[in-house]
């Protein structure tokens, strides 16, 4: 596509209607919104009903003890069961869960809802085994393997909640979470391919050991056959211990809101916080999004999330979402870029992907690197196309939808968290329009306003802050351990409300367009990273006395972590070598995905009277650009002396 057909598009069209074709035989209808909007609960109900439960719920919602809440009361049901036997009892065991596609080409897998039955009950026998009981937790830091969702389902099916931790995240990472939510049990692999070479797990698993002395079993799966140290009595391997077990397994049938995970994430204070998702209404939140959002065909689509399992998109669909549905997926081990840049086009012509769900970062990147090599490919296959993680901006939606969807394909930009479990606000394929940059509106059944500072709801052409109103299915139920800051946290900034730390603006539609958020959380990639988290990481190293973090916006990160130091008088001046110094060492404290790109020493912050560092004006500097107001600071020459360190910085990298 030419530059002036890119910005023709970007001008002429601004909204595209749903293709008659879909919109005929859509999963959902207009209707939908009418009818959640009468009955929200009525209507989350027969969402529930698409689901098998051993008994039946006495109650869709106790919403009495908010913000605590307990979606469909008194039910039971097995995630494992929903998301495998069910479909192999009806017949369906043949089909194909996973098109798994390692990294080096030609190593691929097909696995079967019957071959996954077979493997989940195997697991989840061995975790029996290890002496795993129901609501012990299970940590999960894998590479993107079958073994990781057999992992989680096995852990699901005997109640055990997992937390899987991504397996880019440091071992300090690690150990953090293994703490904090008590884990005894640690389930990871050797290690994985990554751009084109193996690359090691386990020893992040056995330096992070070392501080955990109350795990007390690793289950090691094999991936690329490097050497690991082993510790004896302790380590076991996946082939020898899962190996051995039987296939037969039966499902017991766990209270709706029994845990079901724990996934960290980045808050706006230092500490990740453990988002804890439960069994009923997570399952009936992510099927019925899933099936909606991308009106999923199960017996004709190819569905595609490329995301990493260890973030909330893996979970929700790749796993549990496309799981319940009885969906087949694509499930790709690597990067992009591997061995050639045009490997995920590779891959949905090889796999004949119906539907492609990823993040504008990837779009971005796919753009730079040119509309030639996606054209190479047959792509034809492709019906529906999604976005996730962060803004799409308008130029990166036109793309995706042109170059990617060939024009005919409905783009939906997907909103939601971590802590949302399921998506929020999204397009309905077959019914609502698109327009390049907006996520158009609530989904039925989950209601979202846009309000000013006193939590007044601002009208078409405004902005202001997002927020949920009513509870849904699959929101978080609390903070791992941490009920007060649960509340403190989402409930109290707008009373009864959902604050989500996102700032969005309606249009003269009253559709929603999120404008990113507006707390110290940055989003680099589409991946959360808290600024308190990273200046936490800088001043643990002896030469930082003093550490400011800011997002700057970046063509194609979305956002870019830039760091200013203070370093201590011993630590010299501060050349190249502390700043690479420096950055190593987020990689090693937080994981590489953290690594500041720019680091500028400085000899002082700037800061209010109140002693509050003025992140506005840190973000002038690493965007480049005049520095905004200055009068409120405590001293106004800091910002002429770091204006002048600017000049000097070293070469971003
Ligand atoms: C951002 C990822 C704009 C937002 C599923 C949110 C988005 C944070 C979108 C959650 C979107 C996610 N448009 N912004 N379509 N989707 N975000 O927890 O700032 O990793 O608060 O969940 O990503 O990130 P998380």
């Not at 507006?518 to 959380?521: G, K, N, T």
């Given at each position: 596509?030419?530059?002036?057909?890119?910005?023709?598009?970007?001008?002429?069209?601004?909204?595209?209607?749903?293709?008659?074709?879909?919109?005929?035989?859509?999963?959902?209808?207009?209707?939908?919104?009418?009818?959640?909007?009468?009955?929200?609960?009525?209507?989350?109900?027969?969402?529930?009903?698409?689901?098998?439960?051993?008994?039946?719920?006495?109650?869709?919602?106790?919403?009495?003890?908010?913000?605590?809440?307990?979606?469909?009361?008194?039910?039971?049901?097995?995630?494992?069961?929903?998301?495998?036997?069910?479909?192999?009892?009806?017949?369906?065991?043949?089909?194909?869960?996973?098109?798994?596609?390692?990294?080096?080409?030609?190593?691929?897998?097909?696995?079967?809802?019957?071959?996954?039955?077979?493997?989940?009950?195997?697991?989840?026998?061995?975790?029996?085994?290890?002496?795993?009981?129901?609501?012990?937790?299970?940590?999960?830091?894998?590479?993107?393997?079958?073994?990781?969702?057999?992992?989680?389902?096995?852990?699901?099916?005997?109640?055990?909640?997992?937390?899987?931790?991504?397996?880019?995240?440091?071992?300090?990472?690690?150990?953090?979470?293994?703490?904090?939510?008590?884990?005894?049990?640690?389930?990871?692999?050797?290690?994985?391919?990554?751009?084109?070479?193996?690359?090691?797990?386990?020893?992040?698993?056995?330096?992070?050991?070392?501080?955990?002395?109350?795990?007390?079993?690793?289950?090691?799966?094999?991936?690329?056959?490097?050497?690991?140290?082993?510790?004896?009595?302790?380590?076991?391997?996946?082939?020898?211990?899962?190996?051995?077990?039987?296939?037969?397994?039966?499902?017991?049938?766990?209270?709706?809101?029994?845990?079901?995970?724990?996934?960290?994430?980045?808050?706006?204070?230092?500490?990740?916080?453990?988002?804890?998702?439960?069994?009923?209404?997570?399952?009936?939140?992510?099927?019925?999004?899933?099936?909606?959002?991308?009106?999923?065909?199960?017996?004709?689509?190819?569905?595609?999330?490329?995301?990493?399992?260890?973030?909330?998109?893996?979970?929700?669909?790749?796993?549990?979402?496309?799981?319940?549905?009885?969906?087949?997926?694509?499930?790709?081990?690597?990067?992009?870029?591997?061995?050639?840049?045009?490997?995920?086009?590779?891959?949905?012509?090889?796999?004949?992907?119906?539907?492609?769900?990823?993040a504008p970062t990837a779009i971005r990147?796919?753009?730079?690197?040119?509309?030639?090599?996606?054209?190479?490919?047959?792509?034809?296959?492709?019906?529906?196309?999604?976005s996730v993680g962060e803004p799409i901006n308008?130029?990166a939606?036109?793309?995706?939808?042109?170059?990617?969807?060939?024009?005919?394909?409905?783009?939906?930009d997907?909103w939601?968290?971590?802590?949302?479990?399921?998506?929020?606000?999204?397009?309905?394929?077959?019914?609502?329009?698109?327009?390049?940059?907006?996520a158009?509106?609530?989904?039925?059944?989950?209601?979202?306003?846009?309000?000013?500072?006193?939590?007044?709801?601002?009208?078409?052409?405004?902005?202001?802050?997002?927020?949920?109103?009513?509870?849904?299915?699959?929101?978080?139920?609390?903070?791992?351990?941490?009920?007060?800051?649960?509340?403190?946290?989402?409930?109290?900034?707008?009373?009864?409300?959902?604050?989500?730390?996102d700032?969005?603006?309606?249009?003269?539609?009253?559709?929603?367009?999120l404008l990113g958020r507006?707390?110290?959380?940055m989003n680099v990639a589409g991946h959360r990273?808290?600024?308190?988290?990273?200046?936490?990481?800088?001043?643990?190293?002896?030469?930082?006395?003093?550490?400011?973090?800011?997002g700057?916006?970046d063509?194609?990160t979305g956002q870019?972590?830039?760091?200013?130091?203070?370093?201590?008088?011993?630590?010299?001046?501060?050349?190249?070598?502390?700043?690479?110094?420096?950055?190593?060492?987020?990689?090693?404290?937080?994981?590489?995905?953290?690594?500041?790109?720019?680091?500028?020493?400085?000899?002082?912050?700037?800061?209010?009277?109140?002693?509050?560092?003025?992140?506005?004006?840190?973000?002038?500097?690493?965007?480049?650009?005049?520095?905004?107001?200055?009068?409120?600071?405590?001293?106004?020459?800091?910002?002429?002396?770091?204006?002048?360190?600017?000049?000097?910085?070293?070469?971003?990298?």
């Open positions: 596509m030419s530059q002036e057909t890119l910005s023709n598009l970007l001008h002429e069209r601004r909204r595209f209607e749903p293709p008659a074709g879909l919109a005929s035989r859509a999963n959902v209808t207009a209707d939908a919104y009418a009818e959640a909007e009468r009955d929200p609960l009525a209507f989350w109900e027969k969402a529930a009903e698409r689901l098998s439960w051993d008994t039946r719920w006495e109650r869709v919602l106790d919403w009495d003890d908010a913000p605590f809440a307990k979606w469909f009361v008194g039910g039971r049901l097995n995630a494992a069961y929903n998301c495998v036997d069910r479909h192999v009892e009806a017949g369906r065991g043949d089909k194909v869960a996973y098109h798994w596609v390692g990294e080096p080409p030609g190593d691929t897998r097909d696995i079967t809802y019957a071959e996954l039955k077979d493997e989940v009950c195997r697991a989840a026998n061995a975790l029996v085994e290890l002496g795993v009981k129901t609501g012990d937790r299970v940590a999960i830091y894998m590479p993107m393997i079958p073994e990781t969702v057999i992992a989680m389902l096995a852990c699901a099916r005997i109640g055990a909640p997992h937390t899987v931790v991504f397996g880019g995240f440091s071992s300090q990472a690690l150990v953090d979470r293994i703490h904090d939510c008590d884990a005894r049990v640690v389930i990871t692999a050797d290690g994985g391919y990554r751009r084109g070479a193996p690359s090691a797990l386990k020893p992040a698993v056995d330096a992070a050991l070392r501080h955990c002395p109350d795990v007390r079993s690793v289950l090691v799966a094999k991936r690329t056959g490097q050497d690991v140290d082993w510790t004896e009595g302790r380590d076991v391997w996946w082939d020898d211990l899962v190996g051995r077990q039987s296939t037969e397994h039966t499902p017991e049938a766990f209270d709706a809101e029994h845990p079901l995970y724990v996934m960290y994430t980045s808050g706006t204070t230092g500490r990740p916080k453990g988002i804890l998702h439960t069994t009923g209404g997570y399952l009936v939140g992510t099927s019925w999004t899933h099936w909606a959002v991308f009106d999923l065909k199960a017996d004709e689509d190819v569905f595609w999330t490329a995301a990493d399992i260890g973030w909330v998109t893996g979970h929700s669909y790749i796993v549990y979402g496309p799981l319940a549905n009885g969906a087949t997926s694509v499930m790709y081990e690597g990067t992009p870029d591997t061995p050639h840049k045009g490997r995920w086009w590779e891959i949905i012509q090889e796999q004949k992907v119906t539907i492609l769900y990823c990147t796919f753009m730079k690197w040119g509309t030639d090599i996606p054209a190479t490919f047959d792509l034809s296959s492709l019906r529906l196309i999604g308008p130029e939606y036109i793309w995706y939808r042109e170059a990617i969807g060939g024009g005919r394909c409905p783009v939906v997907t939601w968290q971590t802590e949302t479990g399921q998506i929020m606000i999204s397009p309905l394929p077959g019914v609502t329009a698109g327009k390049p940059g907006s158009m509106k609530a989904l039925p059944g989950v209601s979202a306003l846009v309000v000013d500072e006193e939590g007044e709801p601002v009208g078409p052409g405004s902005g202001g802050y997002l927020v949920l109103t009513d509870p849904w299915p699959a929101m978080l139920r609390t903070i791992w351990g941490d009920d007060e800051r649960y509340r403190e946290t989402y409930w109290s900034r707008f009373p009864g409300r959902y604050f989500a730390g700032g969005a603006k309606l249009d003269e539609d009253g559709d929603v367009w507006v707390d110290d959380v990273l808290s600024t308190t988290e990273i200046e936490s990481a800088l001043v643990s190293h002896p030469k930082v006395a003093e550490a400011a973090v800011v700057a916006n063509p194609e870019a972590v830039n760091a200013f130091v203070i370093l201590r008088e011993s630590a010299g001046d501060g050349g190249p070598d502390v700043v690479k110094e420096l950055r190593d060492h987020v990689a090693k404290e937080i994981g590489p995905i953290a690594k500041p790109r720019a680091i500028m020493v400085v000899p002082e912050l700037p800061k209010t009277r109140s002693g509050k560092i003025m992140r506005r004006l840190l973000r002038d500097v690493a965007e480049h650009r005049e520095v905004g107001d200055v009068t409120t600071l405590a001293d106004s020459s800091v910002m002429d002396l770091i204006k002048e360190k600017e000049g000097q910085a070293p070469a971003e990298d």
